[in-house]
C-alpha cells in the first residue's frame, strides 16, 4: 500500500513539474511573439512630414526632427518618411493633408502655423506633432498648453518679447516700434499682441503696419519709417516673400529692423532674439518617439522655446551705417557677415 501510495506521490510530482514546464514556456512563447510582433510594428512605421513652404527654418525643423528620429532607434530601416512641400499655397497643402490621409501614417509631423492647421482640421484620429507654431492655442490648433485636448502637441517659436525689446533698447534709442504683419495670418497677429502686450512694461509704443497685398509693402514702409525708430519682421508669409526689398529699402534708409526668426537675421534683417529651428525639430522628434512607444499626444505638454540667442547681421549693419557698441557685441550670441 504504500508502494502504490509513493508510487502516486511521485507520478504527481512529475505533472505538476511538467505543467509549470510548459506554463514557463507557455509564457516565453506569448513574449517572444509580442516582441516579434513589437518588431514588425516598428518596421512597419509610417511618418508624414509636411512644411508649409522651404523656408530655411522649416528646413531646419526638418531636420532636427529626422535626426531625433534616428538617433532614437526609428532608423531608415524601421521607418517610412515621407516629407512633402506645399509652396506656401493653401490649396496645395489641403491635398497633401488628403494624400496623407489615406496613405495609413503612423504619425504626422506638421512645420509652420498654415500646414498645422490644414492637418489638424481634418486629421482626427492620428498624432500630429508641431514645430515653428508660433501660438498654437491662438490658432485654434490646441485647447491649452499643457494639455492640447485632442491629437496635437509640439515645440512652439514663441519667446518672450521682452527679450527681443531689450536687445533693441540695448542697440539703440527706441521709442515707436513699427510692426510689419499680415491681417489673417495667426502668427503674424500673435507677434503683433504679444508685442502690444509689452508696451507698458518697455516704454515703447506699437504702431501696427499691416500688409495684405505685395503691392502694398512698397506704399507703407516709407510711412512707417518716418514715424517709427525700428521695424519689427513678423512671420508673415507675405511679408517673407519681399524680405530682400524690404531689407534693401529699410538698410538704404538707415532703419533698424528685427525680428524673432534666425533665418530672417541671415537673409539681411539687422537684429534678432532667436531660438534655434533645428533644435525645436529635434524636441518634436523627442516627442513624437513617445507617441510612437504609446503616449498620447494630450499628455505630452506643449513647450515654449526654451534657448535662445542675440543674433546680428553685420553686413547689413555695415551696409546702412549702423554703429555697434562694444557693449552690445558682449550681448551677441551668433554674427552673420
Not at 525689446?165 to 539703440?172: E, G
Not at 541671415?266 to 534678432?272: C, K, R
Not at 532674439?273 to 499628455?299: C, D, N
Amino acid at each position: 500500500m504504500a508502494l502504490i501510495e509513493l508510487s502516486l506521490a511521485g507520478s504527481l510530482r512529475k505533472r505538476v513539474t511538467c505543467m509549470r514546464i510548459m506554463k514557463r514556456t507557455s509564457i516565453f512563447i506569448f513574449f517572444l511573439f509580442a516582441a516579434l510582433l513589437s518588431g514588425e510594428a516598428a518596421a512597419e512605421k509610417r511618418i508624414g512630414i509636411l512644411m508649409f513652404s522651404d523656408m530655411a527654418r522649416y528646413i531646419e525643423a526638418s531636420k532636427g526632427f529626422v535626426d531625433a528620429l534616428r538617433e532614437g532607434g526609428f532608423t531608415e530601416d524601421r521607418t517610412t518618411i515621407i516629407t512633402e512641400e506645399a509652396g506656401a499655397n493653401k490649396v496645395k497643402a489641403a491635398e497633401l493633408v488628403h494624400e496623407f490621409a489615406a496613405q495609413n501614417m503612423d504619425l504626422i509631423f506638421t512645420v509652420g502655423t498654415h500646414a498645422t492647421i490644414a492637418v489638424a482640421q481634418k486629421i482626427k484620429n492620428l498624432p500630429i506633432v508641431f514645430a515653428q507654431v508660433y501660438d498654437p492655442v491662438a490658432a485654434g490648433i490646441a485647447n491649452d498648453w499643457d494639455n492640447s485636448g485632442n491629437n496635437t502637441t509640439g515645440v512652439t517659436s514663441k519667446l518672450p518679447m521682452s527679450k527681443v525689446i531689450d536687445s533693441l533698447k540695448q542697440f539703440t534709442p527706441v521709442k515707436r516700434l513699427g510692426v510689419l504683419y499680415t491681417p489673417g495670418e495667426k502668427n503674424s497677429e500673435a507677434q503683433l499682441r504679444d508685442l502690444q502686450d509689452s508696451q507698458s512694461d518697455s516704454g515703447i509704443k506699437i504702431i501696427p503696419a499691416p500688409v495684405s497685398k505685395t503691392e502694398e509693402i512698397a506704399q507703407i514702409l516709407p510711412l512707417i519709417m518716418k514715424s517709427t525708430d525700428a521695424l519689427y519682421i513678423t512671420g508673415s508669409n507675405l511679408v517673407n516673400a519681399e524680405l530682400a526689398s524690404i531689407v534693401d529699402t529699410t538698410t538704404k534708409a538707415g532703419a533698424v529692423t528685427v525680428t524673432h526668426l534666425e533665418d530672417l537675421v541671415e537673409q539681411g534683417v539687422l537684429l534678432g532674439v532667436v531660438s534655434g529651428a533645428y533644435l525645436s525639430g529635434r524636441r518634436a522628434g523627442e516627442m513624437a518617439i513617445k507617441i510612437l512607444l504609446g503616449a498620447q499626444p494630450s499628455s505630452i505638454p506643449i513647450e515654449l522655446a526654451k534657448e535662445y540667442q542675440v543674433v546680428i547681421n553685420l553686413k547689413t549693419a555695415r551696409s546702412g551705417g549702423f554703429q555697434v557698441s562694444p557693449g552690445f557685441m558682449k550681448t551677441v550670441g551668433r554674427t552673420i557677415q
